[in-house]
């Protein structure tokens, strides 16, 4: 099959896409953001026979070279860049990241990411749909542990919803913690887990998790993910119910994941949206 690039950032996710890719015959050419990514991205790319090129986070000319010497016409981005390391000194860009700062009009997720995306199109390489080659793992729509969620973790669902929504919509975070039909905490730049250990903190045990997908959600990047750190997070803080939106959340690790909730009771349902 044709060669293909994986744009890798911190998790799981880049290797479940590697594993994929290789799988299904693709010459990966893996393009790892050294500041986040670690040796088990190392390991697996030597396993799987996929080359391998860390870059500093900002050398995106470096990184659009590397695919192009590949032969990749198309490229997937997986994995966490923490949004905070550009604003905390260790962004570095080089010529071709300047000129993408230079086009956007804000530097939120959206704006920063897809600008990137459009430099790789003019430069010959599709980003292509994040989830297309890890469909089986999207969450289902209705109940996926146990238990099902309670009249009043489904009340604080159905108040969230509006709030999480509205949120995800300005891209400020997909996240929001409620407990008795108030808000109790908003993800920002910190991240899922933060942000429902920050609720727990604040309201103690009983909150409810709210994650959702942006209302036009681009799938070729940002999209919401959980995995079994967003369980244990939800443990330590007493979070009793999650909802995520059917089709458009990745659940890594998902036998573990709801293992884990059926373990501690903790309801999980998927969102239906249009």
């Known amino acids: 099959m044709a060669p293909i690039g994986l744009i890798a950032g911190n998790g799981k996710f880049p290797l479940l896409v590697l594993d994929a890719a290789s799988a299904l015959g693709h010459d990966v050419t893996v393009v790892a953001i050294k500041e986040e990514t670690g040796e088990d991205l190392v390991e697996r790319a030597a396993a799987v ?11 995106l000319g470096r990184c659009i070279q590397l695919l192009q010497d590949a032969g990749c016409a198309q490229a997937v981005m997986a994995g966490q860049v923490k949004h905070v390391k550009i604003f905390g000194g260790q962004f570095m860009p080089d010529f071709k990241a300047i000129s993408v700062l230079r086009r956007m009009t804000n530097r939120n997720t959206d704006g920063i990411i897809g600008a ?61 913690v409620v407990k008795h039909r108030a808000v109790v905490a908003v993800e920002a730049m910190e991240g899922t887990d933060e942000t429902i250990g920050r609720g727990g903190y ?46 458009k959340t990745l659940v890594l690790d ?14 999980i349902v998927g969102r239906l949206t249009s």
């Open 202 to 247: 604040l309201a103690g045990p009983g909150t409810r998790v709210i994650k959702v997908a942006k209302p036009k959600q681009d799938m070729r990047f940002d999209v919401p993910v959980i995995g079994l750190a967003t369980i244990q997070a939800m443990r330590v803080a007493g979070a009793s119910a999650l909802s995520v939106d059917a089709g």
């Open 49 to 59: 026979g996929a080359s391998l090129h860390a870059v500093s986070l900002g050398q």
């Open 116 to 176: 990137v995306a459009d430099v790789l199109k003019e430069e010959g390489i599709d980003l292509i749909d994040s989830t297309a080659l890890l469909t089986p793992l999207l969450a289902r729509a209705g109940t996926l542990t146990d238990r099902m969620p309670n009249e009043e973790e489904q009340k604080d669902f159905e108040f969230g919803y509006a709030v999480a929504d509205a949120i995800a919509s300005l891209d400020v975070g997909q996240t929001i």
């Open 254 to 267: 998902g036998r573990a994941v709801f293992a884990s909730a059926n373990e501690a009771g903790i309801s």
